[in-house]
T-cell receptor, first 117, second 113 residues
Framework: DTGVSQDPRHKITKRGQNVTFRCDPISEHNRLYWYRQTLGQGPEFLTYFQNEAQLEKSRLLSDRFSAERPKGSFSTLEIQRTEQGDSAMYLC???????????????FGPGTRLTVL | AQSVTQLGSHVSVSEGALVLLRCNYSSSVPPYLFWYVQYPNQGLQLLLKYTSAATLVKGINGFEAEFKKSETSFHLTKPSAHMSDAAEYFCAVSARGTYKYIFGTGTRLKVLA
């Protein structure tokens, strides 16, 4: 078990460009989450998958953001027409499908740091 | 609705001194509470969690936290700070029926030699 991995670790892009991030969860975990963390703040929930189904999206996830988990394994987060305000750390987490909802430990990846110039 | 407030964005303690990091929560339903630690360039790591069993929860690296419903608090403590404890600490709340965490703004712990 190598933990949650994210790629790339760093991304610098120009305003208006599209970017895509990948997350590989722990292999036996059915649940996958995306969070965004800006400087001096805690992570903010963006979206959640149970297998391939996207079950919840935050209002933070504007129409420029889209997330997929096509085969219930890895996930991608795409940001279209990036803005400077999108600069942040994007964190992915996964958890097993066990226990009472909400009580499971989420295992976090190292994050992808996005800088929009 | 749920929320978390962490008092003190920066805390400094001397090596060997007591560590106390404060977390207060708000939740309309019985909460689940978590403390995570984040070292530079690393992902968040779970220290401990409260899921309605024992109110005093022991975690890794000598940390513990006590759930106090009357005070809506879940403060993190460690009797004796080590240099390796220097990191950012996040309190988070969740609840039955939801899967997402709501995080506080974090407390950066500095340990002085």
């Amino acid at each position: 078990d190598t933990g949650v991995s994210q790629d790339p670790r760093h991304k610098i892009t120009k305003r208006g460009q599209n970017v895509t991030f990948r997350c590989d969860p722990i292999s036996e975990h059915n649940r996958l989450y995306w969070y965004r963390q800006t400087l001096g703040q805690g992570p903010e929930f963006l979206t959640y998958f149970q297998n391939e189904a996207q079950l919840e999206k935050s209002r933070l996830l504007s129409d420029r953001f889209s997330a997929e988990r096509p085969k219930g394994s890895f996930s991608t987060l795409e940001i279209q027409r990036t803005e400077q305000g999108d600069s942040a750390m994007y964190l992915c987490a996964s958890s097993p499908d066990s226990g009472t909802s909400g009580s499971s430990e989420q295992f976090f990846g190292p994050g992808t740091r996005l800088t929009v110039l | 609705a749920q929320s978390v407030t962490q008092l003190g964005s920066h805390v400094s303690v001397s090596e060997g001194a007591l560590v106390l990091l404060r977390c207060n929560y708000s939740s309309s339903v019985p909460p689940y509470l978590f403390w995570y630690v984040q070292y530079p360039n690393q992902g968040l790591q779970l220290l401990l969690k409260y899921t309605s069993a024992a109110t005093l929860v022991k975690g890794i690296n000598g940390f513990e936290a006590e759930f106090k419903k009357s005070e809506t608090s879940f403060h993190l403590t460690k009797p004796s700070a080590h240099m390796s404890d220097a990191a950012e600490y996040f309190c988070a709340v969740s609840a039955r029926g939801t899967y997402k965490y709501i995080f506080g703004t974090g407390t950066r712990l500095k340990v002085l030699a």
